[in-house]
């Protein structure tokens, strides 16, 4: 089982990015999926995460209304549009397939992760 994040980069602040995690090894049409971001020296937070069917998503308070995540089953992939970056959005974003068809904030529910991917707002 394999997650691979990408998209990352540098962006000015007020720009945009959109990161995509593709998965392969097995089908994740029936888990939900998160997006986490570690900055150093940090916890890992939550983002943004989408159950398995896409009906549902959810997102830190300090990302809502600026980031989107949504997912296509056929392509077993996920994404995150991100709008209006902040210097504070700097960190390594961290795609996961949650242990049920939810998509709990807690990163103790997720089974797979991707490697990561950087990102970094300059001010």
């Known amino acids: 089982v394999q997650l691979q994040a990408s998209g990352g980069g540098l962006v000015q602040a007020g720009g945009s990015l959109r990161l995509s995690c593709a998965a392969s090894?097995?089908?994740?049409?029936?888990?939900?999926l998160g997006w986490f971001r570690q900055a150093p020296g940090k916890e890992r937070e939550f983002v943004a995460g989408i159950t398995w069917s896409g009906g549902s998503t959810y997102y830190a308070d300090s990302v809502k209304g600026r980031f989107t995540i949504s997912r296509d089953n056929a392509k077993s992939t996920v994404y995150l549009q991100m709008n209006n970056l902040r210097p504070e959005d700097t960190a390594v974003y961290y795609c996961?397939?949650?242990?049920?068809?939810?998509?709990?904030?807690?990163?103790?529910?997720?089974?797979?992760w991707g490697r990561g991917t950087q990102v970094t707002v300059s001010s």
């Open positions: 090894g097995r089908t994740f049409s029936n888990n939900g």
């Open positions: 996961a397939t949650s242990r049920t068809a939810g998509a709990p904030t807690s990163f103790r529910y997720y089974a797979y």
